[in-house]
């Protein structure tokens, strides 16, 4: 039967430490892991700009769906150019929505009475927000003005608690154009709100 390691022998006593050291290791490798998860996973969403201006959306991956080549235009009887109802008007007539001669021609108003108008357009109105929806903002809502404010729901998160809109004119942006990350019960940037309500528009 084979002799036991000398243990003053340099070798045995590598032999006999290798195991725990690997083991060691191996333990705290698996902490640092778990602990690199649970950070990451649990780290708050916040509130953000993500871009602001065509070239730079554009560039960061962040679509325009086109409006500097057609913001010279009037949709839904919106003042063109740097208008959050005709960018939103011009994103859902791209989608393929189906409206009314009336909202055609306006009906709808300004951003602020959108939602009030809407149901007796055929416009679903929702609390809750889904991907390709309208986020409608009322008169006077934080960080939006007067005449209340509309954008595009791009994404939605968290259990419909974070959104990214894309939205134009507002807060005097480049190009009056920005991506935004919103999160219910937290303020956005420069103060935006929470929607007060969401628009689906009924589609060919």
Same mark, same amino acid.
């Given at each position: 039967?084979p ?5 003053? @022998? ?10 725990s ?5 191996? =333990?705290l +490798?698996?902490? &640092?892991?778990?602990g690199?998860?649970?950070?990451? +996973?649990h780290?708050?969403?916040r ?8 070239s730079?959306?554009?560039?960061d991956? /962040?679509?325009?769906?086109g /409006?500097?080549?057609h913001? @010279?235009s @009037?949709?839904?009887?919106? =003042?063109?150019?740097? %208008?959050?109802?005709?960018?939103v ?12 001669g ?16 809407? %149901? ?12 390709? %929806?309208?986020?409608?903002?009322? &008169?006077?809502?934080?960080?939006v003005g007067?005449?209340?404010? =509309? ?5 939605? %998160? ?11 004119d ?10 935004v ?6 303020p ?11 628009? =689906?528009?009924?589609?060919?």
């Amino acid at each position: 039967m084979p002799s036991p390691p000398d243990p003053t @022998s340099p070798r045995a006593g590598f032999a006999w430490k290798f195991p725990s050291t690997v083991a060691l290791v191996l =333990v705290l +490798s698996a902490i &640092a892991w778990w602990g690199h998860v649970a950070t990451t +996973s649990h780290q708050p969403v916040r509130p953000q700009l993500l871009c602001q201006g065509y070239s730079a959306c554009s560039a960061d991956g /962040y679509p325009t769906h086109g /409006y500097p080549r057609h913001l @010279s235009s @009037s949709y839904w009887g919106s =003042v063109p150019g740097d %208008s959050c109802t005709n960018y939103v008007a011009y994103v859902e007539r791209m989608g393929q929505v189906v409206v009314d001669g009336a909202v055609e021609r306006g009906e709808l108003g300004n951003a602020a009475t959108w939602a009030a108008r809407a %149901s007796s357009h055929g416009i679903i109105v929702r609390s809750s927000p889904s991907v390709g %929806s309208v986020a409608q903002w009322d &008169a006077g809502s934080p960080g939006v003005g007067p005449l209340g404010h =509309v954008g595009i729901v791009e994404a939605v %998160s968290h259990g419909g608690t974070v959104l990214e809109v894309s939205e134009q004119d507002i807060l005097g942006r480049t190009d009056g154009f920005a991506w935004v990350r919103l999160v219910r019960g937290q303020p956005g940037p420069g103060g935006q709100s929470w929607p007060d309500a969401f628009l =689906v528009f009924p589609t060919l």
